[in-house]
């Protein structure tokens, strides 16, 4: 095939993703998992790139994991993002982006409901105005945070520290990327690459200097499936899950894995902790475990930021072997030092797997 | 540790670690099985399907797949019909191949045992 064929072919993978002016909504979740994550997106879109992204404090919840575990129906979800919506509107801003993979989901499904059934979009904006006097614009654009950094790869990569290399050797390191279920499962055309070449990690992974890994279970859930975790007769699914899927990278030998959902990082570290208790196996060297990295963490460590300032030390696996990788320098005594050194608490070491 | 909860096997199918002599062995014995396309008009015609949960599809999809023991319990409900061979679309003498891997099962000196046992069934 001619180049411009597919080049041509190729922009109908593509997404159109607003350089600037963005409205930013959290997540409900990801402050608890990793509270650098959401904190270092902003410091690299607004102080780094002097990009213009506003929150507001008084937004919510976007009502997707409770729709998602079966809580709360679909209309309540609907009037609860239609404030969202309403919040963006009194800011002034067209554009939203969120932090959550499946608050993407759930405002895209929710705007796809509403053109298919404007009636219902009548209705919640009724019930809107009945609930807190509030009246909304649909947004121009909606991403996830994931595609605005993807967006700007080039220019932290022109910025960068460090590069995904092993210093030792020189070679790049081998990445795992893992993209959560709800970004392009659910609506393929609203992801970068679509559901069949979502490259919206890869592209930044290969961007930073590392090699993306390609295995058989690679587009396989997580196991968070909301329920399948949150009700405890099911998280036998959700660890099976996980198994499956180191299982199926175990040979690959990665390096680390990024993620770019609020599920998928925390069950990708906690899980390997959970196996190797059960199982007594471990899937990095040495005995350690694969660190799991959102992708802002990771656009972090390369634009060199203090890893402790990221947050880094709560995840289950240790970052440390990683870091000596890229030949990142840290202080392993300030690792359980919060705001002004103040000493937080160490956690319990696990039995099996390996931590610093 | 017990967490309250626990691991399932995966039921994924590792193709460098299976053993794939079963399959090489059927090879050589009905060599046409290599053109068989899956299509399930063998499965669709059997009389003993719905009752013994028979399906020669099935089977040489598990032998394929290295679960011997999965194909030995569905051909065990095989009765020789011949039903499936008539509907071939491509040929393959798929009676002949049922019976020679019952007979390779259970050695020649017991080669009708698995046979008896269907009629017992039926």
């Known amino acids: 095939m001619i180049y411009q064929g597919k080049q041509k072919i190729w922009s109908d ?13 959290r997540s409900c979740i990801r402050q608890s998992f990793f509270p650098g994550a959401e904190k270092y997106f902003m410091v690299i879109c607004k102080d780094l790139l002097g990009k213009d992204i506003f929150e507001n404090a008084h937004h919510t919840t976007c009502g997707g994991i ?17 404030r969202q919506f309403a919040l963006m509107t009194e800011a002034g801003y067209k554009n939203f982006v969120c932090s959550c993979i499946t608050s993407f989901g ?27 006097r509030r009246e909304f614009e649909k947004p121009e654009y909606v991403a996830h945070a994931s ?3 993807y967006k700007f ?21 081998r990445v795992v990327e893992h993209i959560g279920c709800h970004y392009s499962k659910m609506f393929p055309h609203k992801g970068v690459g679509g559901a069949e070449y979502p490259c919206v990690l890869s592209g930044m992974a290969e961007a930073w200097g590392g090699q993306v890994i390609d295995y058989p279970e690679r587009r396989h859930c997580c196991g968070f499936g909301f329920r399948q975790y949150l009700v405890k007769a ?28 609020p599920g998928c990082p925390y069950f990708l570290d906690r899980w390997q902790y959970v196996i190797s208790e059960m199982t007594g196996k471990t899937y990095g060297e040495n005995g350690y475990g694969i660190p799991a990295l959102t992708y802002e963490e990771l656009a972090g460590l390369v634009l060199g930021y203090d890893p402790w300032d990221l947050g880094l030390q709560f995840h289950q696996v240790a970052i440390e072997p990683l870091l000596d990788k890229i030949g990142i320098e840290y202080d392993p005594a300030k690792k359980y030092l919060g705001l002004n050194e103040k000493e937080i608490m160490k956690p319990a070491l696990p039995s099996v797997m390996k931590c610093c | ?23 090489h062995k059927m090879e050589e014995i009905e060599p046409d099985v290599r053109i068989c396309i899956g299509c399930g008009s063998c499965s669709a015609t059997c009389t003993g399907q719905p009752f013994s949960g028979m399906s020669l599809r099935k089977v040489i999809l598990a032998i394929q797949r290295g679960r011997e023991n999965e194909a030995r319990e ?14 071939c679309p491509r040929g393959i003498n798929t009676r002949h191949l049922i019976l020679s891997m019952c007979r390779y099962w259970d050695g020649e000196d017991h080669g009708y045992n698995l046979m008896n046992e269907v009629e017992v069934k039926i």
């Open chain 1, 13 to 25: 993978y593509q997404k159109e993703i607003p350089s600037d002016h963005w409205f930013y909504a």
């Open chain 1, 66 to 82: 409770s729709y998602h575990s079966d809580t709360i129906p679909q209309e309540t979800v609907m009037t609860i993002v239609a």
């Open chain 1, 106 to 132: 759930n405002y895209t499904e929710i705007l796809e409901t509403w053109r298919e059934f404007p009636e219902l979009e009548a209705k919640i904006r009724e019930n809107l105005w009945k609930a807190c």
């Open chain 1, 147 to 149: 595609d605005l950094v």
């Open chain 1, 153 to 173: 790869r080039n220019d932290i990569a022109e910025r960068a520290k460090f590069r995904l290399v092993n210093k030792e050797t020189g070679e790049p390191l």
């Open chain 1, 234 to 261: 099911n998280r036998g699914y959700s660890l099976s899950n996980t198994h499956k899927k180191f299982e199926s990278m175990e040979p690959y030998h990665p390096d680390l894995i990024i993620t770019n959902c």
């Open chain 2, 1 to 23: 540790m017990n967490f309250g909860f626990s691991l399932s096997p995966s039921s994924a199918v590792n193709l460098d670690k299976i053993d794939l002599s079963l399959y």
């Open chain 2, 74 to 87: 569905m051909l065990s409900g095989c009765m020789l019909c011949g039903k499936c061979t008539m509907v």
